[in-house]
């Protein structure tokens, strides 16, 4: 009996973590990839002291933008069936981003921007993608 009951829970510990790891290498939803993003690609993001880096200019940030405009965006896209498709990147290559980016710190105007197109502009061309190849969704957001 204790022989079957061992077999029992080495079987229950293994298909465990067969789903663990298929939950890992399986698309994600739009809320998955968000948050996968952020916790894995943005908290990473490690910056010099100001003194030892290059100082940015406020009036460079153009194209950004309203919030109302990324409110009305984002409240159309949550009211689409969408956001619950398992369709963007899956957690495992952005945990292995993430790492990789993480080892890195930012120090210059270059470093911000390979991480900007590594973590960010990538990122958000995939949402975008996907919105777009939704024909309800599409039609909703463009005039």
């Known amino acids: ?5 061992e077999l ?3 079987i ?3 298909e465990a973590r067969l789903q663990r790891k298929r939950e890992k290498t399986r698309k994600t939803t739009l809320y998955q990839f968000v ?4 916790t894995f690609l943005h908290l990473g993001l490690r910056v010099l002291e ?4 290059i ?3 406020p009036s460079n940030v153009k194209g950004i933008p309203s919030h109302d405009k990324q409110k009305v965006v984002w409240n159309a896209a949550l009211e689409s069936d ?4 398992r369709r963007f990147t899956d957690r495992h290559i952005i945990e292995e981003t993430g790492r990789r980016i993480s080892e890195l710190t930012m120090s210059s105007g270059l470093d911000l921007h390979n991480f900007l197109q590594n973590a960010v502009m990538y990122n958000v061309q995939q949402i975008i993608e996907e919105f777009h190849s939704e ?3 599409r039609n909703k957001l463009l005039p």
């Not at 948050?35 to 952020?38: E, G, L, Q």
């Open 1 to 5: 009996m204790a022989e079957l009951a």
């Open 8 to 10: 029992q829970e080495k």
């Open 12 to 14: 229950r510990r293994l």
């Open 35 to 38: 948050d996968i993003c952020h």
């Open 50 to 53: 100001i003194g030892n880096s």
């Open 55 to 57: 100082p940015g200019m």
């Open 82 to 85: 969408s956001v619950q498709k």
């Open 135 to 137: 024909d309800d969704l």
